[in-house]
């Protein structure tokens, strides 16, 4: 088993997962920025190490302090969380080199799916279905022509290295296509550094439909159901929920074979997601895999009752899965918001400062994912996302009415957030019925300001 874990991360998911390693009696190593000095997660470690300046270059992707530090502590493991260096296969080949356990998948595996036309090549030989487009990258712009006439517009370009709802450009018609291609691919080299694209069929008002997965080391791999994230702005995900309210039994024991199908092929190790769209007429197309833990992981713990940070942990100290698809059971309905620094009537703008007062809303039903305390200052240099609040309910009707009356209690002082964005979102008629897709904030939001 694994003593003693490094975190290379910050924030609530670092919070989260030194939680579970207490639980499990093993030791942690923070390690922070100097902006983070006062962090939470420096805080709750067993011991801590600074690697460097604010910058995320010089700290939380530097990898040669994070394994100094490793290395210095005497961890035996490192979990990366999730953005930073989660999906960096070389700093997963680095962690095996030094012989430091990577928790997640191995390095091939990353640098596979993390090529995404790589990735969908994979599918396609799977027999997975994906979006109708390219059988690899697009090497000029001739070559996008004649695949989007064939496809048919419109079409959405996509960047190999992309990641975080970046690096995509949706094209109506073939006269925006060359620019498109130029501009996007441009965008992409000084983004990921590398311009590489790839193009599928644009689907228009998808669902965005994605199964949790779990693989250990001797080739067992199960889905723990999925997970509805179609609530999202500008290709970046706001709510999420699970079980999705738009899919039969049916189409979630489909979706659920073929993400599991997609995992055997993999040979997918530790933990991962398998992301789908689903059109207007239900058919649901691959569009990546992520190989690590991912924001919306509590909705999935909370319906099945399976803590996923402690079986990361558990599957990356060689332990077999102890329970089968079948031993999974799905009970109730979880909702997550996302709170983030933000001010939602200046364009999103994030922002930065001391938090002057704060009250979490708790009571049954709620869970609270966060790294903030009263007078923290959050730094203005790292994500904005400052809490996720969960509602846990017997079904849809009930979780919801739980993360309405949370988001009517929590209190936020001294900076923007988008709270009362949320707020108003939940309580669209179109969230209560769970009528929605990809595209409803972007269409409603002058009604939701
Ligand atoms: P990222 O890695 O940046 O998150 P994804 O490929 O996972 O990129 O896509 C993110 C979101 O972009 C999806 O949830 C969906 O809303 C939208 N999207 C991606 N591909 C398509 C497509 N072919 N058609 C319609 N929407 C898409």
């Known amino acids: 088993m694994i003593n003693k874990v490094l975190v290379a991360n910050r924030g609530e998911i670092a919070v989260r997962i030194m939680r579970a390693c207490r639980e499990m009696g093993i ?139 970046r690096g995509m450009r949706i094209v109506w018609q073939e006269e ?14 000084s983004a990921f550094g590398d311009g590489s694209m790839y193009l599928e069929k644009y689907i228009v008002e998808p669902r965005h439909i994605e199964f949790q997965i779990l693989g250990d080391a001797y080739g067992n791999v199960v889905h723990l159901g999925e997970r509805d994230c179609s609530m999202q702005r500008r290709h970046q995900k706001v709510i999420e929920e699970a079980p999705s309210p738009c899919i039969s039994e049916e189409l979630r024991e489909e979706m659920g074979k073929a993400a599991i199908k997609a995992a055997k092929a993999a040979e997918y190790e530790n933990a991962g997601t398998i992301e789908f769209i689903l059109d207007k007429d239900k058919n649901f197309y691959f569009i990546e895999m992520n190989t690590r833990i ?56 994030p922002c930065a400062g001391k938090i002057t007062e704060l009250h979490l809303p708790g009571g049954r039903g709620v869970r609270v994912d966060t790294a903030i305390y009263p007078g923290y200052n959050v730094p203005p240099t790292y994500d904005s996302m400052l809490a996720k609040i969960i509602a846990y309910g017997d079904n849809r009707e009930e979780a919801l009415s739980i993360m309405r009356r949370a988001l009517a209690e929590i209190v936020v002082e001294g900076i923007d957030t988008n709270i009362e964005f949320q707020y108003d979102l939940i309580h669209t008629k179109e969230f209560d019925k769970g009528h929605f897709d990809t595209s409803f904030i972007e269409k409603n939001l002058e009604v939701i300001l």
């Not at 899965?321 to 031993?327: H, Q």
């Not at 709170?339 to 009537?345: L, S």
């Open 176 to 189: 925006e296509l060359e620019k498109a291609f130029n501009t996007a691919s441009n965008e992409a080299l």
């Open 294 to 349: 991912q924001v919306e992981h509590p909705v999935t713990e909370m319906i099945t009752g399976i803590d996923l940070i402690k079986e990361q942990l558990r599957i990356a100290s060689g332990k077999k899965l102890s329970f089968t698809s079948e031993d999974i059971q799905i009970k109730g309905h979880a909702i997550e918001c996302r709170i983030n620094a933000e001010n939602p009537a200046m364009n999103f703008r």
């Open 27 to 165: 030791e942690t190593v923070a390690v922070y920025s100097i902006a983070d000095k006062d962090a939470l997660h420096v805080k709750l470690a067993d011991e801590a190490v600074c690697i460097g300046k604010a910058q995320p270059k010089d700290s939380y992707l530097n990898i040669e302090s994070i394994i100094t530090a490793a290395v210095l502590t005497g961890a035996d493991a490192i979990h990366p969380g999730f953005g930073f260096l989660s999906e960096n296969a070389k700093f997963a080949r680095i962690c095996r080199e030094c012989n430091i356990k990577f928790i997640g998948p191995s390095p091939e595996m990353i640098e596979a799916m993390g090529d995404k036309a790589r990735a969908r090549q994979m599918m396609i030989e799977a027999e997975v279905p994906v979006v109708p487009g390219s059988d690899g990258i697009i090497e000029k712009v001739s070559e996008a022509k004649g695949l989007a006439r064939e496809v048919g517009y419109p079409v959405i370009l996509k960047a190999v290295a992309g990641g975080g709802g």
